[in-house]
């Protein structure tokens, strides 16, 4: 069974562009996190969707990131403009959203450079 | 608000050594922890998953330990390894709600 698939892994850009991540959840699992992993630090939750709503986006800042997951499936992450202040890695994570104790399985993580 | 610390930041010891991780939490109203091993430049990799009614879950050589009522969990690594050196993060979860992590002890096993 494939993992959690993130692309792509790097991504250096200049303070003001746009970028976007992508990632495809395991198969199945009705629950997507993305998370924000600054250096030496644990992961930040930046939304959890819920099949295709995205039911806590509190800690987005909305003014230049959005997230998408159409379908309930894949979901893209977007920053625009970026700042110097985003680089840092970008984490998708899934869990089956059933119930149990719910165990999240993380990807590979996208690392942003903003220069 | 969870909150969640990892002592010691950073710990060495030579291969062959017993080891403990520590993990302490605010909040009791815990639903589950999680242990994740990172290695530099990957994501985060699950090693065990303790639910608010068990005490301890086991994996091979390692063994964790959760403590609703003092706020701590352990992660309990036998006989270590150079392989075993990573980043190890604990988090807190509540049901399908975003875990809450600590910062990370950072192991180095010489060989």
């Known amino acids: 069974e494939a993992g959690v698939v993130q692309s792509p892994r790097y991504k250096i850009i200049e303070k003001k562009q746009p970028v976007a991540f992508w990632c495809n959840p395991i198969?199945?699992?009705?629950?997507l996190y993305w998370y924000l992993q600054n250096l030496g630090q644990g992961p930040e939750l930046l939304i959890r969707y819920e099949n295709e709503e995205a039911v806590d986006d509190s800690q987005l800042p909305k003014d230049r990131f959005s997230a998408e997951r159409l379908k309930g499936v894949d979901s893209t992450l977007k920053i625009q403009p970026a700042e110097l202040g985003d680089s840092a890695v970008y984490l998708c994570?899934?869990?089956?959203?059933?119930?149990?104790?719910?165990?999240?399985?993380f990807g590979p993580g996208t690392r942003l450079t903003v220069t | 608000k969870q909150e969640v610390t990892q002592i010691p930041a950073a710990l060495s010891v030579p291969e062959g050594e017993n080891l403990v991780l520590n993990c302490s939490f605010t909040d009791s109203a815990i639903y589950n922890l999680q242990w994740f091993r990172q290695d530099p430049g990957k994501g985060l990799t699950s090693l065990l998953l303790i639910q608010s009614s068990q005490r301890e879950q086991t994996s091979g050589r390692l063994n964790a330990s959760l403590d609703k009522s003092s706020g701590r969990s352990t992660l309990y690594i036998a006989a270590s390894q150079p392989g075993d050196s990573a980043t190890y993060l604990c988090a807190g979860g509540e049901g399908r709600r975003a875990l809450t992590f600590g910062s990370g002890t950072r192991l180095q096993v010489q060989p």
């Open positions: 198969s199945g699992h009705n629950t």
């Open positions: 994570a899934s869990s089956s959203g059933q119930s149990g104790p719910d165990e999240q399985y």
